[in-house]
């Protein structure tokens, strides 16, 4: 099965083009069943497009517009038509790889694999592998589906809301399905779209009451840990709480670097310029690329940790615990990771270090080669 397994994250475009690369954030969906049937027979049955609308939920609509029987080649183009929450769609995907049942003459196994890809449908990137492998009279069936959703950070934070959530039922689904069908077991109970977005509603509801009763206990731990008294073998081991690298060169971030130096009245934070001429990756573990895609710390014990894990390092460190608790929370956890990884890839640009079409800075004093962002 292919197209069953899709859902809507935008309505319908036209996107000619079935190359995996994407801005996007790519996902992998991974799910593994055996099957009490031969693989001639489980092989028959996913790959014969007629049988797709059986296992797909209904709250889909799903339906095949290419006229049946479908041929199945690597090559062949299938279209369908389904919906989601009211958005009609179309999907048209191109088979890109189509190896039948054969015996492997390595070890003996009988094995068939075929590649589905989106030509044109709601994913900025879907690549769906099928893999099968005789286990003596059983079949082990293997899905992996690489994914990207469009709208950028908007599509990422729609993905923890209810993309993946949405898959998951419908691969759940698909396993009731074809155990039903082959088996002889229980029929998969139908979902409408309202029931289904109810569901999720609740799950995306008690994750962030999840959150934020374990942000509270943060806090509180935080400020028991403010107000007790370090012992002084711990203030000769720790002197700092973090140390963190920042681009001196960078306006917005010497803004941000200035405003915790005021805050750090116990000098728990050190502060180190990779702009500067004196500056050395040395046992970092990282190039100076590295340093500069985004922002990096190190903790006491040695512990390297990059982007917002840092700003919450840093503002915990000068006295905001409870406060950075509450970045915590999924929601708003997912918001300000992709928010900062748009704004290291930008922020050369935003701060006006590009020159006509190019955006990359000079290598320090220390050789080391520039890098463009």
Known sequence: MWPCVAIAAKPFAQRESIEVMTANQ????????????????????????????ALTPAFLSFRIL???????????????????????MRWRTLISDWEPPEVDPADGVSRARFVDQQVSGPYAVWKHTHEFEAVGNQTRMRDVVDYAVPFGFL?????????????????????????????????????????????????????????LLRAGRDASEA?????????????????????VFFDG?????????????????????????IASPSFDTGDTGLTWTEFMER??????????IEGVEVFRHLYSAVGF????SLTRLPVVREALHVGYLLFAKNRLRMTGRCMEDI???????????????
């Open 321 to 324: 615990g409870r406060l950075v």
């Open 155 to 211: 599509g990422d934070i729609a993905h923890v809301l209810f993309v993946r959530r949405t898959l998951d039922r419908i691969f759940a689904h698909r396993r009731v399905a074809t155990a039903h069908m082959l088996d002889g077991g229980p029929a998969p109970t139908q979902l409408s779209i309202l029931e289904v977005g109810l569901q999720i509603a609740g799950e995306v509801i008690g994750d962030f009451w999840r959150g």
């Open 295 to 304: 922002i990096h710390g190190r903790l006491p014990d040695g512990t390297m």
């Open 66 to 88: 290419t006229p049946l029987p479908i041929a199945m080649f690597a090559g062949a183009r299938i279209e369908y038509a389904l919906g989601l929450f009211g958005l009609p």
């Open 26 to 53: 790519l996902h992998r969906l991974e799910q593994v069943q055996v099957i009490d049937r031969p693989l001639e027979e489980v092989f028959e049955i996913f790959s014969n497009a007629a049988n797709l609308e």
């Open 223 to 243: 400020v028991q840990g403010a107000v007790a008294p370090k012992a002084a073998s711990e203030a000769s081991i720790s002197p700092f709480d973090i140390e």
């Open 249 to 273: 060169d960078c306006p917005l971030c010497i803004r941000e670097i200035n405003l915790l130096r005021k805050l750090d009245k116990g000098n728990r934070v050190r502060f180190t310029d």
């Open 359 to 373: 955006c990359a800075v000079a290598p320090n004093s220390a050789g080391i080669a520039g890098v463009g962002l």
